[in-house]
């Protein structure tokens, strides 16, 4: 939702391994199915936008949001741009979307599990904010 060093982070671990990097940027309606009705904060033209002027990335898009069909946004992607690898990170995600991860791999992409600490997050980020307005009055 706000890049931060945890997204920066997974781009330059993604780097060592692409030829060329495409970075997904996921809809605002599955941001607000996960996150809740109060997000994103940004629209997803904005966090595009924000994505694609990053150093090492050289393509961005917005995901497909969820439809009726049963195949994911994810395998859409993929079906579309037929890479060599796709990169996760965070045990959470690797968990929620093994499915996917499963069906990559019978199609021949390498899925990479970078399993770096987590470093920050965009909800942390917005509660920490939340926190500190309180202290001050704001």
């Known amino acids: 939702d706000l890049v931060h060093e945890g997204h920066i982070n997974q781009i330059e671990f993604a780097r060592q391994y692409a030829g060329t990097l495409v970075v997904g ?72 979307r093994q499915k996917d991860f499963d069906q990559l791999n019978r199609m021949g992409v390498l899925v990479l599990y970078n399993d770096a600490p987590k470093v920050d997050s965009t909800t942390d980020i917005a509660e920490s904010i939340v926190r500190r307005a309180t202290l001050i009055g704001a």
């Open 25 to 96: 940027v996921v809809c605002d309606s599955s941001v607000r199915e996960r996150k809740g009705p109060n997000r994103p904060f940004q629209s997803e033209e904005a966090r595009l936008k924000v994505v694609d002027s990053l150093a090492g990335v050289d393509y961005s898009l917005i995901m497909p949001c969820p439809d009726a069909s049963s195949v994911s946004p994810t395998i859409q992607t993929i079906n579309k741009l037929r890479p060599d690898i796709f990169v996760i990170h965070g045990e959470e995600e690797w968990e929620r």
